[in-house]
């Protein structure tokens, strides 16, 4: 049996919409288990699912963006985070842990609790289409002071992330305001000097930003601030421009279904949300922060990775290689 | 008469190409007349237009990209950029410089040459759409590394800037990972405090890169770094989403000529360069970068830029505006 934990409560939506996504997993794989983080509030009697596969455990919702992360680590021990976090820790049966609480508080209490691979700095990688090819960046927010030797940490970690996704050798380019190696702020270009050297990794020098979805690389290397800079505004702009391709149809005749139909089939190329969250690459074990504004389909879809990741051994084979960093 | 300056050499694209956008703009306006610095490769003999409205200066197109900004001033004064800043410093009936350079010289030699307002830093601002509204980015790429007190400095130009371009009280957003004052980087963190302090600014607290092109900020402020992030990404990901847009339409039955139409009718809100170029603010003339990949559409509209800001007045009301920060 795979064995999931979503924490349904750090999430801007109610739980009970969010519990729509666990039922729709549940009812999709028979091997499947949900623990879920729930306060007690979520009415599960009105579902039609197997609920010899859900585990319930009660917790409170208390842990908000305002909270600063170690604050919240330390007084809210019985928050839906760090109480799933703790029986997440001592369950080895259970394989995963999916939150949409904020990134600083899951980041702090995943490495208290669940413990860092050789000590590295975890950083947050999420997927992304350019053309029919997936890439990751990280890190996109883990960390928003980044040092240079995280750099080719992140290079390497993002490595191993592809390997595991069956990309062998991948391309890492480091993100920067210009192809050549003189450009970039201080520490991007020290940071392109480490990677230069850098044999376990293969890498092909800067990208820009506005060539991250060309398809060049497997692998976009970039401080925590600049990856969240880069995330969010792939998803805003390309989010407002269906918006304007949508309202702008009728001008040209087009049917306003058709088009809808059309922008949302390509949403999922720009909006990591819509296919699950981002890997926590460097603890113990698979933690995947969704978005915070996470809907019912966040859900479903991203213990559907989740799921896909664990039958592919993710944490075992990342830890190999993070192991020989 | 409207004098601007235009440097034809720096791009990627050729003279020749580029030499079209002047003349359509000499063709719509009868009070212009262009200052186009060219090599002898240009052949200016198949157009048409009134030839009493064009100064050739001849210089060399011998600066690159991979040119380091002061050994290029230094070395390379017979280079178009550099002998046309030299022109346009010592004739002030020159109203207007626009160059497709690289940034880096363009801004070193714009301040050896032209001179900076009040010796304060000058910073990069292209204009950009949201929804029917425009809006500034400062900083874009002038400064790579960024010190916590430009900021304040950027927020006060970009406040200048959209006081001339008619906005009243321009509402300003510091560009962070999150929207709580708790968000960001180190610098960021303390950009923050000092703009929250800053009476002369309407500061609204952050934004983060998704919601840049919602509507809410009239000036972005941000490091010339994660700018230059934010400006590319959204120049990027919105041209790749309406290739494949307009590469989807055959699936929905839709006609490829129409989709293509939709989609490139919205180009210049998302790609600033169809508009024209960044205005290096903080400079004692007009310089307006243009991109490096300009074609010759970009040149005619970088000129009708220049041309209406010229018209407003814009480097006496900024100048006034810096004089006060």
Do not use: W
Not at 169 to 190: A, T
């Amino acid at each position: 049996m795979i064995k999931i934990m979503v924490d349904l409560l750090g999430a801007d939506n109610d739980e009970n919409l969010l519990f729509n996504g666990v039922v729709e997993a549940l009812n999709k794989y028979d091997d499947l288990i949900v623990y879920a983080c729930v306060d007690e509030n979520l009415d599960t009697t009105k579902y039609k699912f197997d609920k010899d596969r859900l585990v319930i455990i009660n917790a409170k919702g208390n842990i908000s963006n305002y909270d600063t992360p170690t604050k919240a680590f330390f007084a809210k021990d019985d928050s839906s985070l760090v109480k799933g976090l703790n029986i997440y820790k001592n369950d080895d049966s259970i394989n995963g842990f999916i939150s949409c609480g904020p990134t600083g508080i899951i980041l702090v209490s995943a490495v208290l609790i669940l413990g860092r691979i050789n000590k590295i700095r975890p950083a947050l990688a999420p997927l992304l289409y350019a053309g029919d090819h997936q890439f990751c960046i990280v890190d996109c927010g883990a960390n928003s002071d980044t040092r240079v030797q995280e750099f080719s940490l992140f290079a390497k970690m993002g490595t191993a992330f592809m390997n595991v996704m069956g990309v062998d050798n991948p391309r890492v380019y480091l993100l920067s305001n210009g192809v050549e190696e003189s450009k970039g702020s201080d520490i991007v270009k020290e940071a392109y000097l480490e990677l230069k050297d850098e044999p376990s990794i293969n890498f092909c020098g800067n990208i820009e930003a506005n060539k991250v979805l060309e398809g060049d690389a497997d692998v976009v290397v970039c401080d925590g601030f600049s990856g969240n800079i880069l995330l969010k505004s792939i998803e805003g702009s390309t989010k407002v421009l269906g918006l304007d391709v949508i309202a702008q149809a009728k001008k040209y005749n087009i049917d306003d279904e058709t088009i809808t139909k059309l922008v949302n089939s390509l949403k999922y190329k720009y909006d990591y949300n819509t296919q699950g969250g981002a890997i926590l690459l460097g603890v113990n074990k698979l933690v995947i922060k969704a978005h915070g504004a996470a809907t019912d389909e966040t859900i479903y879809n991203t213990i559907i990775q989740a799921y896909n990741l664990i039958k592919k051994d993710f944490i075992t084979k990342i830890k190999e290689s993070i192991k020989k960093i």
